[in-house]
């Protein structure tokens, strides 16, 4: 009889985890209130049992779609879209259960990605952040658009690449918009008043972290110049491994002291910041991603990388490309901003991110050197940042061809007797100085020593010089930490910081 209720109890156990296993699963990003990406083949994606049928009824469509689950209980299929508009769809998905999805929209879907300025939130919850967003009260206030959804991931780290997030879509109102992205926010914003469709955004981002922890594993083993990258990593871990264990051997000894009425010390437990490690970002947070169709992606990280900005220039372009092969939609949009200034970063890595647009194919850069706040790395003007990727995208993505959606680029230089004219791109309107002299110009001969130049505009470029040097070889433009630089175009987009010489850097020795 013991027998036989055992055995009871273990196909009673087996068919409950059969049957909820057997339920048709989809991922978070899969789920009601989503924007799908409008006149595309979008994924629709998920878990059953093996071999399992599965019907799809769109809304938009009155075909049905049927797919059927591989040996391992996967699924998935590529579904037409129409052109976006306002009027919301159902989907049905029916197998051994039957899923609802409710008020979905078509239109544009942008990923969004970065460090702490990427994720730094419309409104101020917490004592987390110095201040809110610039006017966040009114922009809070305002924050009615329906047509608007965002879906923002949780901050998780993996070892492995997993299959999915958590998260959920929601819809754009005062109260849900107050933790979202700020950056992602305005950007979309921008994007949904000019466009007129709705406008889904995908918020995945963690405050300090460095590109290789949003990088597949596999890249950075398949470049030698990363491998100092996981190196590092080792010897990190290696170092807190050691200050665990010395942790848990002065935890003992304090018992022990204890027991005899010793007096007690005042031990720590070390702590792991899980998000810094190589790739872990990239399994965790981006990885489960790459099924949903995007038209772009939006990019605001760097800092962490400063320390390090020589290698940033392969690492960064590496990170892109196999971004874009997870996702295989080819090369698409992706557009990022340059860091702003502040006393803890350096001009080397806005130089590499000013590199990436040559090695970066349809990329696109927002330069910040007006924003930024020497003594907090989180400015609070996100209205311009988004408004400078929207311009982007408007222009690059979105066929407004006459659009200027860049500042001054420089070009070439060409020397003149004791001076050195410049050239820019995105300069054909004109050049324009805010103030009464042009500020950040330095200027050097071949001794490598920069001097404070006298710079003019002349037409649609500029002329350097100084009394110091009497044979230019090089210039340079805002290559500082703090630079304050006045030069703009005639759009009022500010130019990059550059030099024209290739001497060797300080994080070139790192």
């Known amino acids: 009889m013991m027998h036989f209720k055992r055995l009871l109890l273990i196909l009673l156990v087996f068919s409950t985890k059969y049957c909820v296993w057997a339920q048709v699963k989809l991922p978070a ?30 809304g938009w469509s009155n075909l049905p779609v049927e797919v059927q689950a591989d040996a391992n209980g996967n699924w998935k299929t590529a579904v037409d879209t129409p ?31 970065g460090q702490s300025n990427m994720f730094f939130p419309v409104g101020r919850e917490d004592k987390t952040w ?43 109102t005062p109260e849900s918009i107050q933790t979202f992205s700020a950056v992602a926010y305005f ?39 990363f491998l100092p990258i996981l190196q590092e990593d080792a010897k990190n871990e290696k170092v807190y491994q050691e200050k665990l264990e010395a942790y848990y051997l002065g935890l003992t000894n304090e018992r022990i002291a204890a027991a005899a009425n010793a007096e007690k010390g005042q031990l720590k437990k070390p702590k792991k910041e899980a998000n810094k490690t190589s790739y872990v970002l990239y399994n965790a947070m981006l990885h489960p991603l790459v099924n949903y169709t995007i038209k772009g992606a939006i990019w605001y990280q760097g800092e962490s990388n400063s320390a390090k900005a020589y290698l940033y220039r392969s690492l960064f372009p590496a990170m892109v490309k196999s971004w874009r092969e997870e996702w295989k939609q080819g090369d698409f949009p992706f557009y990022y901003v340059q860091i702003t200034p502040h006393k803890g970063q350096n001009a080397e890595i806005r130089e590499a991110q000013l590199m990436s647009l040559k090695t970066i194919p349809n990329s696109g850069m927002v330069v910040t050197t007006d924003l930024g706040d020497a003594n907090n790395i989180h400015p609070i003007d996100k209205q311009t940042v988004g408004y400078r990727l929207a311009l982007i995208a408007r222009a690059k993505t979105y066929g407004e061809n006459k659009l200027v959606y860049s500042g001054p680029i420089f070009n070439h230089m060409k020397i003149k007797k004791q001076k050195a004219q410049l050239f820019f791109d995105y300069a054909e309107s004109g050049l324009k100085q805010n103030g009464e002299h042009l500020k950040e110009f330095e200027i050097a001969g071949k001794d490598q020593v920069f001097y404070p130049a006298d710079a003019e505009i002349n037409g649609k470029t500029i002329v350097v010089s100084s009394s110091k040097v009497k044979e230019p070889l090089a210039v340079r433009f805002a290559w500082k930490a703090v630079p304050e630089p006045n030069l703009f175009n005639n759009e009022n987009l500010p130019a990059s910081p550059f030099r024209t010489d290739d001497w060797e850097i300080n994080t070139q020795k790192n």
């Open 130 to 172: 110095k201040t809110g967003v610039k006017n966040y009260q009114e922009e809070v206030k305002n924050a009615s658009f329906p047509n608007i959804r965002f879906f923002t991931v949780a901050v998780n780290a993996a070892q492995t690449p997993l299959e999915d997030v958590s998260g959920s879509w929601k819809v754009c």
């Open 83 to 113: 052109n976006g508009s306002d009027k919301a769809y159902d989907i049905l998905i029916n197998a051994s259960n039957t899923i609802s999805l409710r008020n979905i929209l078509i239109g544009e879907v942008w990923l969004c990605s």
């Open 29 to 58: 990003l899969v789920a009601d209130n989503m924007v799908l990406q409008q006149n595309a083949k979008v994924n629709l994606w998920g878990w059953a049992a093996p071999r399992e049928k599965i019907t799809i009824h769109l």
């Open 187 to 225: 950007f979309g914003r921008d994007l949904y008043q000019k466009l007129n469709v709705p406008i889904g955004l995908i918020s995945t981002s963690w405050g300090g972290t460095k590109a290789e922890a949003w990088t597949a594993q596999s890249v950075l083993e398949g470049d030698v110049a």
